[in-house]
């Protein structure tokens, strides 16, 4: 079994409940060099808002700090975006899902940088 497989087996249980539930789902991906997060249906068929490092507004705001999209502070302002790109929506209310990453470095500093701006979960 490799990483990937095992971190999709991990968000197993958090998808399910998550589906359960009947709420707006914040999904989060991250690679080596970028962050990714989406606001899905309940359904999970349609991505309501989404926000990336691959932005080019992003990736110009990047360009002057240190590092590009793989850091803590990129992932900051990645989570600050999907909640203001919510809110615009009428989204306040979501159930995050880490994908079965932990809740730990980028992860979480994208999760607290949506809470901080408004988003609950």
Same mark, same amino acid.
């Given at each position: &079994? @490799?990483?990937?497989?095992?971190?999709?087996? /991990?968000? $197993?249980? %958090? /998808?399910?409940?998550?589906? +359960?539930?009947? &709420?707006?789902?914040?999904?989060v991906f991250r690679s080596n060099?970028?962050?990714?997060?989406?606001? %899905?249906?309940?359904?999970? @068929?349609? $991505?309501? *808002?989404?926000?990336?490092? #691959? !932005?080019?507004?992003?990736? +110009?705001?990047?360009?002057? !700090?240190?590092?590009?999209?793989? #850091?803590?502070?990129?992932?900051?302002?990645i989570g600050k975006r $999907?909640? !203001?790109?919510?809110?615009?929506?009428?989204? !306040? +209310? *979501?159930?995050? @899902? /880490?994908?079965?990453?932990?809740?730990?470095? /980028? *992860?979480?500093?994208?999760?607290?940088?949506?809470?901080?701006?408004?988003?609950?979960?």
């Amino acid at each position: &079994m @490799d990483k990937k497989t095992s971190r999709l087996r /991990r968000a $197993v249980p %958090t /998808r399910r409940k998550i589906a +359960q539930l009947r &709420m707006h789902r914040l999904a989060v991906f991250r690679s080596n060099q970028h962050i990714y997060a989406n606001i %899905t249906t309940p359904d999970g @068929d349609r $991505v309501l *808002v989404s926000a990336s490092t #691959n !932005e080019a507004e992003i990736r +110009q705001q990047l360009a002057s !700090e240190t590092g590009r999209g793989g #850091n803590t502070s990129a992932a900051a302002i990645i989570g600050k975006r $999907v909640a !203001e790109k919510a809110k615009a929506a009428g989204i !306040e +209310q *979501v159930a995050f @899902d /880490r994908a079965g990453y932990r809740f730990h470095g /980028r *992860v979480k500093a994208l999760a607290e940088a949506a809470r901080e701006a408004g988003l609950k979960f």
